[in-house]
């Protein structure tokens, strides 16, 4: 059963950039394509981001310039990379399987951008 835990998260200025970063274990990756995801408080889970096990990617309009998702399926882990971070960046991300399996949400980890 996949298990994934999200780490990297902190506080940031506005337009600065965080990596974070998601490990799995229990399967492998290249069985899925992977997702990072945003909740903001009292808001759904958005999908941001997601990578096929080929590495095509997709994005949300939100972020579709400034977010890079990657995954290392050998390392089995899956990236994030966001730069230029506006406070509405902010809230607790998490990564899971696109579309998401409700059995697999981690903790995730929190972003906050605040000067």
């Known amino acids: 059963q996949l298990r994934l835990v999200e780490s990297g998260g902190g506080l940031v200025q506005p337009g600065g950039s965080l990596r974070l970063s998601c490990t799995a274990s229990?399967?492998?990756?290249?069985?899925?394509?992977m997702g990072w995801y945003r909740q903001d408080p009292g808001k759904e889970r958005e999908l941001l981001a997601r990578?096929?096990?080929?590495?095509?990617?997709t994005y949300s309009v939100s972020v579709k310039g400034r977010f890079t998702i990657s995954r290392d399926n050998a390392a089995n882990t899956v990236h994030l990379q966001m730069s230029r971070l506006k406070p509405e960046d902010a809230g607790v991300y998490f990564c899971?399987?696109?579309?998401?399996?409700?059995?697999?949400w981690g903790q995730g980890t929190q972003v906050i951008v605040s000067a």
């Open positions: 899971n399987t696109a579309p998401a399996a409700v059995g697999r």
């Open positions: 229990g399967s492998a990756i290249t069985d899925y394509t």
């Open positions: 990578a096929t096990s080929s590495g095509i990617t």
